[in-house]
């Protein structure tokens, strides 16, 4: 087993500078000031919402939607193979640092996105979204190897908030950017706007030098040979054979898989949904998004104290029937101030869902393996399959109905499928007797 000290404060807080590090991308670029400012250089001078994209016609919000479930579509089939040969060499960090940077770099690519170079932002797009999810695998996995079970609720939930505060800070700075670009030689917001996913890539790329430097490289002291492309498929055939055998593990992946669609999607396309629904000017978006993350911090260690006193299954079970009523919500919600009591109801369940979801997943993993990167890969693979169905789903329904709010039913009947699975899920280390 791993020699790395259990429950180290120095370690602990340097994972969870991670979750510090690449949240900025989760919230200026998937979910708040990218996703507008794309809304306003895509749509053209008459009010059309119709761009051409390698020759096809499409309306903007349904491309953003396609770009991102193509990002992860990409990165699927790749993780798992990744980490079987992190596995296998014992060095994690490696493959977590590649994806930082890709995701960092792209970022600042973006910088040079406008309105006449659509195909390069939905290619940086892309790109970020491979760079942000495939880093999480690697990173993911050091959470069982770092902390003791007794301990994984709390530190995930610890890691979440790192990353809901830190996004917070880097999404003030970029709106002092953007509010005032005269004050600090800007010509105009859009160019201040740009500089501020300049300053998204810096910012992660920057402050995950700190885990870099801390976390342990390669924990249970691995001395691979040759051939880590087939060693690494060896890992993963390890990995698969003890989940087809593990009962719990797999109902708690597809439990996963389908409740994961509703939540990343609202995430992910919950600002397009105020701005095209209920017509809210960008300012009242963009403020709605900090509530729903500085909620979400209250929220995951709320939900992490919950669920020491009654277990995991009980607290994701509560959450998942709270995400149900806020699906048919958003089906009805119809002002402004309706709009943002679901963002706070969101925001609370979304801190909730997303750390136990991750700690749960760790107390499942056989406590002799140390494959976690490859059991994480599995669990990775479905957070990205599910948001490839999630924003394809949502965006066909769009397409097909030509309302959003529809899609948002087609949440809600994801996130039951999901209440069913997790319902069958049976072991000890996630229920209080």
Known sequence: ??????????????????????????????????????????????????VNFLGMELVNSVLY????????????????????????????KV??????????????????????SLHWGIFCVIMASIGYSGSLVFY???????????????????????????????MVVALVFILSPSTFGF???????????????????????????RLPDNPFHLKPGKQKLMKGYH???????????????????????????????VMYLAATFGAKELKLPDSNLIATVLLIQLVAAIG?????????????????????????????????????YQFYALAFAVGIVMGGIQSLSRATYSKLIPQNSIQ????????????????????????????LTGSMRNSTLALASFFVIGFIFLYQVKSKAIQKS
């Open 1 to 50: 087993m791993s020699e790395t000290k259990l429950n180290n404060p120095k370690t602990i807080n340097a994972w969870c500078m991670y979750d510090w590090s690449n949240s900025v991308y989760s919230l200026v670029i998937t979910s708040a000031i990218f996703p507008v400012y794309y809304q306003a250089v895509t749509t053209s001078a008459n009010g059309s919402d119709k």
């Open 187 to 213: 010509p105009d917001a859009g160019i201040a706007t740009r500089f501020s996913f300049l300053l998204v890539g810096l910012w992660w790329i920057g402050f995950a030098q700190i885990p870099f430097s």
């Open 65 to 92: 939607s396609y770009a991102l479930s193509f990002s992860f579509l990409i990165i699927a089939p790749l993780l798992p193979l990744l980490s079987g040969m992190a596995d296998y060499t014992g060095n994690k």
């Open 300 to 336: 995951a260690n709320l939900f992490a104290r919950f669920s020491g006193r009654k277990g995991n299954k009980a607290a994701l079970m509560i959450m998942i029937g709270i995400w149900i009523v806020i699906c048919f919500a958003a089906y009805l919600v119809n002002s402004e």
């Open 95 to 116: 493959f977590m640092k590649i994806f930082c940077y890709t995701g960092g770099l792209s970022c600042m690519g973006l910088y040079f996105f406008t309105g006449d």
């Open 372 to 399: 976690h990167a490859s059991y994480f890969s599995f669990f990775d693979v479905t957070f990205n399959l599910s948001v490839v169905f999630g924003t394809f789903s949502y965006g066909l329904v769009e397409h």
């Open 140 to 170: 993911d996995a050091f959470l069982p190897e770092i902390a003791s079970e007794d301990q994984l609720d709390r530190i995930s939930a610890r890691g979440y908030s790192f990353g809901y505060f830190g996004s917070v800070i880097m």
């Open 235 to 265: 890992e993963l055939e390890k990995v698969w054979h003890s989940f087809k055998e593990n009962r719990d593990i797999k109902f708690y992946v597809l439990a996963y898989f389908f409740y994961n669609m509703g939540v990343q999607t």
